[in-house]
């Protein structure tokens, strides 16, 4: 490697960036996150800058999302911990009770298990003449969305973050993979990508083979400004830099622009029409000549 491809990290297909301003950007990055677990490390190897660590992915897909059950091999093994999907978007393991109303039995029960204590002969008392319920614990809360053990199906509400340790050398569907993977997700990569969003509406997909960390670290560390989605990719339209622009203004404002739109198209194509007019004028006119100069001869 000669030194200038050295002064150089790749941050995607046919795409680099200098290694001065990546280190520049990832002190920004670094500063912001002082003292948090999202700060990143870098290392080379062999000329090569590799950072790694923490990436944070915002949860933005619209249909559920399917995980995969317990297979023979993990059978042995207790069931990963649903809290590792998003924190805090694992509220609590609940029943259809209300938290109140378990609290109220679970006290109504130990003060009854007591009683029965002093009861002639050791009689066990069943919960159901306590007035007690079975809890049923067969469903997670994900702040208001529900995932179902039975049915393995689960819908991340849209904004909820998790995250996911990477290094920059990482492309899109490796990210993507090891995404998936963590959490068990049985749907395939390929109904997903990643996208960063801004908070003008702008919102680029991230291709295949690009290195979402880098990009993190280029894009800067306020996720006030601008995050990193996983959506579903039939369900999203990337948004440029000029479309962004408008789509935060009033249904009136935004109404008046798709009419002056409409008004430069008309005028575009009228112009567009003369122009192809006057060429068809021209040409007849040449072949004309021709066929005149043809019965002369």
């Given at each position: 490697?000669?030194?200038?491809?050295?002064?150089?990290?790749?941050?995607?297909?046919?795409?680099?960036?200098?290694?001065?301003?990546?280190?520049?950007?990832?002190?920004?990055?670094?500063?912001?996150?002082?003292?948090?677990?999202?700060?990143?490390?870098?290392?080379?190897?062999?000329?090569?800058?590799?950072?790694?660590?923490?990436?944070?992915?915002?949860?933005?897909?619209?249909?559920?999302?399917?995980?995969?059950?317990?297979?023979?091999?993990?059978?042995?093994?207790?069931?990963?911990?649903?809290?590792?999907?998003?924190?805090?978007?694992?509220?609590?393991?609940?029943?259809?009770?209300?938290?109140?109303?378990?609290?109220?039995?679970?006290?109504?029960?130990?003060?009854?298990?007591?009683?029965?204590?002093?009861?002639?002969?050791?009689?066990?008392?069943?919960?159901?003449?306590?007035?007690?319920?079975?809890?049923?614990?067969?469903?997670?809360?994900?702040?208001?969305?529900?995932?179902?053990?039975?049915?393995?199906?689960?819908?991340?509400?849209?904004?909820?973050?998790?995250?996911?340790?990477?290094?920059?050398?990482?492309t899109t569907a490796q990210v993507m993979r090891l995404l998936l993977n963590k959490f068990k997700i049985e749907n395939s990569p390929d109904e997903f990508s990643l996208y960063i969003v801004h908070a003008s509406g702008e919102r680029h997909q991230l291709k295949p083979n690009d290195h979402p960390l880098a990009l993190r670290v280029l894009q800067g560390p306020c996720e006030q400004v601008s995050k990193m989605f996983l959506m579903?990719?039939?369900?999203?339209?990337?948004?440029?830099?000029?479309?962004?622009?408008?789509?935060?203004?009033?249904?009136?404002?935004?109404?008046?622009?798709?009419?002056?739109?409409?008004?430069?198209?008309?005028?575009?194509?009228?112009?567009?029409?003369?122009?192809?007019?006057?060429?068809?004028?021209?040409?007849?006119?040449?072949?004309?000549?021709?066929?005149?100069?043809?019965?002369?001869?």
């Amino acid at each position: 490697m000669d030194s200038e491809d050295s002064d150089k990290v790749q941050i995607g297909e046919n795409k680099f960036v200098s290694k001065s301003i990546l280190l520049s950007q990832l002190n920004t990055y670094n500063l912001y996150y002082k003292g948090e677990a999202l700060q990143l490390r870098h290392r080379e190897e062999e000329g090569e800058l590799i950072i790694e660590g923490l990436l944070n992915v915002f949860w933005g897909v619209q249909r559920p999302i399917r995980l995969q059950m317990q297979d023979e091999k993990e059978a042995g093994r207790p069931r990963p911990s649903l809290t590792s999907l998003s924190q805090p978007l694992l509220q609590s393991s609940v029943s259809r009770d209300p938290p109140e109303i378990i609290e109220q039995q679970e006290s109504t029960h130990s003060h009854r298990l007591a009683r029965t204590k002093t009861d002639v002969g050791g009689r066990r008392i069943s919960g159901r003449r306590l007035g007690i319920r079975r809890v049923q614990r067969n469903r997670c809360s994900f702040n208001g969305h529900f995932y179902n053990h039975k049915t393995a199906v689960f819908t991340p509400k849209f904004g909820s973050v998790t995250n996911v340790r990477v290094n920059s050398c990482m492309t899109t569907a490796q990210v993507m993979r090891l995404l998936l993977n963590k959490f068990k997700i049985e749907n395939s990569p390929d109904e997903f990508s990643l996208y960063i969003v801004h908070a003008s509406g702008e919102r680029h997909q991230l291709k295949p083979n690009d290195h979402p960390l880098a990009l993190r670290v280029l894009q800067g560390p306020c996720e006030q400004v601008s995050k990193m989605f996983l959506m579903e990719t039939d369900q999203v339209e990337e948004v440029t830099h000029d479309v962004a622009q408008y789509i935060k203004f009033e249904l009136p404002v935004l109404q008046s622009f798709i009419a002056k739109l409409q008004e430069e198209e008309e005028r575009e194509m009228q112009k567009l029409k003369k122009r192809y007019a006057d060429m068809r004028r021209i040409i007849k006119k040449y072949m004309r000549s021709l066929a005149d100069s043809t019965n002369v001869t």
